[in-house]
Every structure is written in C-alpha cells, then in structure tokens.
C-alpha cells in the first residue's frame, strides 16, 4: 500500500478504526472519516505518530452533498484514491411496531445510500491511477433474520447485494469491489 491513498468511513472506532491504522501500517496516506471529531483525529494522530500521512475528517456520510465533497477533497489533496472502506453504519434495535419510518430511512441512508454513493465516486476516480478496491463492511445480519434488526438487517443485506452488482460492474474500471 505504500504511496497508495485510502479512504476510511466510520473509522473512530472498532473496524473502521483497526482497518485505517493497519492500512497506515501498510505504508498508506489514510482519510479518517467519522461524524465525531475526537475518535477521528486520535485516530490521525495515532497514524501521524507512528510517521504515516493522515487526515482527519468530520463528515456525515448520510449527507450526500457533504460525503461526495469529502470524497473529491481526499482525491485533490492526495492526487488519487486507492482503496475505499465503507464502514460507517447505522444500527438501530427496534420491533417492527416501533420502528419509524425516519429511522427505517435513516439505516439505508448510512448503510446502503452512502456506499452507493462512494461506489460511484470511486468508479469515476479511481481509474484515474490505475484502478482500485471498494471494501463494505457488513454484517451477519445482512444474511440471517434476528428480531428487532428490520431496518440494519435490511440495509445490510441492500448493502450486500449492491456489493455483488458492483464487483460485476467494477471490473470496466479496475476496481475491485468485495462485502
């Protein structure tokens, strides 16, 4: 990965997080991105630390306007886009009963609109430097039906089958795309 530029989502934390560091690890300049500022910017301030290239950006994925900005700044700033993780999720416990609909909206917005979102933007940049990977992270959930998940487990199994259309779909740009 060295020289190569990723782009990390939901990565103040957890899987988001462990995957930006190990790619930083790998000889990576990582975007931290996240809607929190303080896990984000540990999360650059770890990278730069240890002597990598980070920067850290508070952004809402679920704002397309904003997400697809953040996605052009980190391709302006480095030069190009490598690798994509889409982590950021939206997990919401809840009956069917007392689900709104804004909160069934607001798991799709997050987990499946903004991938879609990124997907399309890294087709368009991506081959620009000769190609790239697409990683979405999801869950078990996206596979088997548990109670009280209608909306994460539906988002994630929109998010999944999305992944499988867009790995056919990105081989025409050298992108590879896995779930």
Not at 103 to 109: I, K, L, N, S
Request: aromatic letters at 6%; charged letters at 20%.
């Amino acid at each position: 990965m060295h020289g190569k530029v990723a782009l990390v989502t939901g990565a103040g934390t957890g899987i988001g997080r462990a995957a930006a560091l190990r790619l930083a690890q790998e000889g990576a300049k990582v975007a931290v991105l996240g809607r929190r500022p303080a896990p984000i910017e540990e999360v650059a301030a770890q990278i730069q630390s240890a002597g990598g290239e980070a920067l850290a950006m508070s952004v809402d994925v679920g704002d397309t306007e904003s997400y697809i900005r953040a996605i052009n700044d980190v391709h302006e700033r480095f030069g190009r886009l490598d690798a994509l993780v889409n982590n950021a999720m939206h997990d919401v416990m809840s009956p069917i009963m007392d689900l709104p609909l804004e909160t069934w909206r607001d798991a799709f917005r997050i987990n499946a609109d903004a991938v879609f979102v990124s997907t399309r933007e890294a087709f368009r940049l991506m081959p620009l430097s000769g190609g790239g990977a697409v990683v979405n992270i999801s869950s078990t959930c996206g596979m088997k039906a548990l109670a009280n998940t209608a909306a994460y487990s539906a988002s994630k199994a929109a998010l999944q089958h999305f992944s499988a259309v867009a790995a056919m779909e990105g081989s025409a740009y050298n992108v590879r795309v896995n779930c």
